[in-house]
């Protein structure tokens, strides 16, 4: 049995403390499932199996499974269950390749997959002292993005920051600062030229009591020039800087899938298959490189070679690992990313890997190609791909 993606739909990705700040992320999850069942008027939301969710941070208002919260705020019937998915950057991803195999295993025959992250309101939170009254002070560790509360047997190597862990394969690979910023300024371009030709009409959907109709983070005024003016975040003679590396960012996206048969449930025709699916892992400070071999596992088990992937979504975390993995794979670099990528459409974690996903389906479909490929580096040295198979595209 194959697995079939009948529908996605995201919000606009807002800027950390931008247009989306003020909303819970729990309502940007129900507002992406709201609009993906009301778009499938035929499919009774009681005829969903389940929802699978992606999310990242898990220590705020998202919360308790924000999978089945947002399931419920989204007036889905409280027999339909849900989960909350974990793999850092790749849960959306995640959460997609569980549902397709549930699927896939006939086990159950509609799954809403998606995820969300509010990075803007991700909390502060405070150790639990081993005894009450401690002298000392405490300090509030932000969990926005990063490590936290590292366990001292955790080897330094493993541990140093996500930047750093890019510096360090910028060194291994000599990706040199002028080519991050061209794939930087390309990223916004494409982005702005895919938002003014409409391609985004249909995939992203305005937050109800926000003003924020496109991505928040696109400039497309970016150039390389201007991009060379910033600053090394990183390291003072380092390459990677707020301009050719993802933005914090908030937002939502959802994916419904189906099997073959599921087509009359939905009442719509699937838009793609889920060909291939893989996981890769690395030692943590190598996550950058990890969807390479991903992609490659992916390709392989659909049975589908370099030379016939027509389109590429690889989530931008920063330019330097993109490149790297394009570098590495046998493949068009102008296929990779053609409608904008994370460094200008933005990086809420937990709803990446949908948004690739949702974005592949939709740029195969406008080229005609057949194949695709959809993949995410992941925190802690991991990778995730899934293959798509467009299914109106000449065989």
Same mark, same amino acid.
């Given at each position: 049995?194959?697995?079939?993606?009948?529908?996605?739909?995201?919000?606009?990705?807002?800027?950390?403390?931008?247009? *989306?700040?003020?909303?819970?992320?729990?309502?940007?999850?129900?507002?992406?499932?709201?609009? *993906?069942? @009301?778009?499938?008027?035929?499919?009774?939301?009681?005829?969903?199996?389940?929802?699978?969710?992606?999310?990242?941070?898990? /220590?705020?208002?998202?919360?308790?499974? %924000?999978?089945?919260?947002?399931?419920?705020?989204?007036?889905?019937?409280?027999?339909?269950?849900?989960?909350?998915?974990?793999? *850092?950057?790749?849960?959306?991803?995640?959460?997609?390749?569980?549902?397709?195999?549930?699927?896939?295993?006939?086990?159950?025959?509609?799954?809403?997959?998606?995820?969300?992250?509010?990075?803007?309101?991700?909390?502060?939170?405070?150790?639990?002292?081993?005894?009450?009254?401690?002298?000392?002070?405490?300090? /509030?560790?932000?969990?926005?993005?990063?490590?936290?509360?590292?366990?001292?047997?955790?080897?330094?190597?493993?541990?140093?920051? *996500?930047?750093?862990?890019?510096? $360090?394969?910028?060194? =291994?690979?000599?990706?040199?600062?002028? =080519? $991050?910023?061209?794939?930087?300024?390309?990223?916004?371009?494409?982005?702005?030229?895919?938002? @003014?030709?409409?391609?985004?009409? @249909?995939?992203?959907?305005?937050?109800?009591?926000?003003?924020?109709?496109?991505?928040?983070?696109?400039?497309?005024?970016?150039?390389?020039?201007?991009?060379?003016?910033?600053?090394?975040?990183?390291?003072?003679?380092?390459?990677?800087?707020?301009?050719?590396?993802?933005?914090?960012?908030?937002?939502?996206?959802?994916?419904?899938?189906?099997?073959?048969?599921?087509?009359?449930?939905?009442? =719509?025709?699937?838009?793609?298959?889920?060909?291939?699916?893989?996981?890769?892992?690395?030692?943590? $400070?190598?996550?950058?490189?990890?969807?390479?071999?991903?992609?490659?596992? /992916?390709?392989?088990?659909?049975?589908?070679?370099?030379?016939?992937?027509?389109?590429?979504?690889?989530?931008?975390?920063?330019?330097?690992?993109?490149?790297?993995?394009?570098?590495?794979?046998?493949?068009?670099? @102008?296929?990779?990313?053609?409608?904008?990528?994370?460094?200008?459409?933005?990086?809420?974690?937990?709803?990446?890997?949908?948004?690739?996903?949702?974005?592949?389906?939709?740029?195969?479909?406008?080229?005609?190609?057949?194949?695709?490929?959809?993949?995410?580096?992941?925190? %802690?040295?991991?990778?995730?791909?899934?293959?798509?198979?467009?299914?109106?595209?000449?065989?």
């Amino acid at each position: 049995m194959s697995s079939f993606v009948y529908g996605a739909v995201r919000t606009p990705f807002g800027r950390f403390g931008g247009a *989306l700040a003020g909303v819970r992320p729990d309502d940007l999850a129900a507002h992406v499932i709201r609009v *993906l069942l @009301e778009r499938s008027p035929r499919l009774d939301p009681g005829r969903v199996d389940d929802v699978v969710w992606g999310n990242a941070n898990g /220590a705020g208002e998202e919360n308790r499974n %924000v999978g089945r919260m947002a399931a419920l705020l989204a007036g889905m019937p409280v027999g339909v269950p849900g989960t909350t998915v974990n793999r *850092l950057c790749g849960s959306s991803l995640d959460a997609v390749i569980m549902g397709s195999r549930a699927i896939d295993s006939g086990d159950v025959d509609v799954v809403l997959t998606g995820g969300v992250e509010s990075m803007t309101r991700a909390p502060w939170v405070l150790p639990k002292p081993s005894r009450a009254f401690p002298a000392g002070d405490l300090a /509030a560790v932000s969990t926005t993005l990063g490590w936290r509360m590292v366990n001292p047997r955790m080897d330094p190597a493993w541990t140093v920051s *996500l930047g750093e862990a890019n510096e $360090q394969l910028q060194q =291994r690979f000599g990706i040199s600062r002028e =080519r $991050q910023d061209e794939f930087a300024a390309r990223s916004h371009r494409l982005a702005h030229e895919a938002w @003014e030709a409409g391609f985004y009409d @249909e995939l992203v959907v305005p937050v109800p009591g926000t003003d924020l109709t496109r991505d928040e983070n696109v400039r497309p005024d970016s150039t390389v020039s201007t991009l060379a003016t910033l600053r090394p975040s990183f390291r003072p003679d380092g390459t990677i800087t707020a301009g050719n590396a993802s933005p914090l960012s908030d937002g939502a996206a959802a994916v419904l899938l189906g099997s073959e048969g599921a087509a009359a449930t939905i009442g =719509r025709d699937p838009l793609a298959r889920v060909a291939g699916r893989a996981a890769f892992a690395l030692t943590p $400070q190598e996550f950058g490189y990890a969807p390479v071999e991903a992609a490659n596992r /992916a390709l392989e088990r659909a049975g589908v070679p370099w030379d016939a992937v027509g389109a590429v979504e690889l989530n931008e975390a920063f330019a330097v690992q993109s490149l790297a993995c394009v570098d590495a794979w046998p493949v068009d670099p @102008e296929v990779v990313n053609t409608r904008g990528g994370a460094i200008a459409l933005g990086h809420p974690l937990g709803a990446s890997g949908a948004r690739v996903v949702g974005t592949l389906a939709a740029v195969l479909r406008e080229r005609r190609e057949r194949w695709g490929v959809a993949a995410v580096c992941i925190g %802690v040295g991991q990778g995730l791909a899934v293959v798509l198979e467009n299914v109106d595209a000449p065989a």
